[in-house]
């Protein structure tokens, strides 16, 4: 697949999606939103894939927001209209994916690119990164999904504070809020996606996926995460992953998961 603004890498189960355009900063325009979600598609098809890890290139940014030249102009209209495609189209579709996905954040992570690295579903920074949702310094607001994942990952009162005051966090405050899993040097950033992501792959596609489901479910509106954990748990009685998983068990090896 040719891509102009992302680069897309697979190594064993693992895929890696780059988004490369380091000299914006890695700044989301309409083409790499585009790019990202068939990207995303691709690797959710490919049940060879087990995880994937999304970063920025370069040493500087993760992804410094949404690309302000592109929307300064947009109307009232054009905005509401981006707002709902854009989240369709990228965070609510990297959130619902099928297999893990691991924001390794190399850098700044502003506005629209926390706002990807929280639909992600862990993330791991690099000790130089900064994080923030500096929208109303723009005059507009977070506009894919900011204002609730933030207040789900750090709670009501420090996303608040963070949008209010658009500031940006340093990595390690971060990590003690729990908006990123895991804080480490820039240069073992990638071992260290790879060795989680290497973690999720050697379980049960299935499970794994039934497990992220319920917990996403109790973040949604409108919807019992006991009662999906309770459809999700029943599930797994009917896949090939749960006889391998016991029988692996009774015969003292390790499971080799067929992932259906
Ligand atoms: N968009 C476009 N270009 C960007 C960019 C961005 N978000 N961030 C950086 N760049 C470009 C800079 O313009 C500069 O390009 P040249 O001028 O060299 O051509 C190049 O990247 C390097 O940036 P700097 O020279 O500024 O680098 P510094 O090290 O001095 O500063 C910085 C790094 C990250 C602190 C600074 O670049 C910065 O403040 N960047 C902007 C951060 C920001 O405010 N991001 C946007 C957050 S708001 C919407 C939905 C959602 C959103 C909007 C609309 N709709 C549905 C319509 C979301 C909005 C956001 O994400």
Request: aromatic share 6%; net charge negative.
């Amino acid at each position: 697949m040719d891509f102009e603004n992302i680069e897309v890498s697979t190594e064993g189960a693992i895929h890696t999606i780059t988004i490369n355009r380091p000299k914006q900063l890695n700044a989301l325009n309409r083409a790499t939103i585009k790019e990202l979600n068939t990207a995303l598609n691709a690797a959710d098809e490919n049940s060879g894939i087990r995880a994937v890890i999304v970063t920025g290139s370069g040493e500087k940014a993760f992804v410094a927001g949404a690309d302000i030249k592109e929307f300064a102009e947009f109307t009232v209209a054009e905005g509401k209209a981006l707002s709902a495609d854009g989240q369709k189209l990228l965070f609510d579709r990297v959130e619902q994916m099928n297999k893990p996905v691991i924001a390794a954040v190399n850098g700044f992570a502003l506005g629209g690119g926390l706002e990807l690295a929280m639909s992600c579903h862990v993330r791991i920074a690099s000790d130089n990164a900064r994080l923030g949702l500096p929208e109303v310094s723009l005059g507009v607001i977070p506009g894919y999904g900011g204002t609730q994942r933030l207040a789900h990952l750090v709670g009501k009162g420090k996303a608040m504070e963070m949008i209010t005051t658009a500031g940006m966090v340093k990595a390690a405050d971060a990590y003690q809020w729990g908006l990123v899993n895991k804080v480490v040097a820039p240069e073992e950033l990638m071992n260290e996606a790879k060795t989680m992501a290497s973690a999720m792959c050697a379980n049960s596609p299935m499970a794994v996926v039934g497990a992220m489901k319920s917990i996403l479910a109790g973040y949604t509106d409108g919807v019992n995460g006991y009662e999906t954990e309770i459809a999700e748990f029943g599930k797994c009685f009917g896949t090939d992953d749960f006889k391998e998983g016991t029988t692996a068990f009774i015969e003292r090896r390790k499971a080799d998961f067929p992932g259906k």
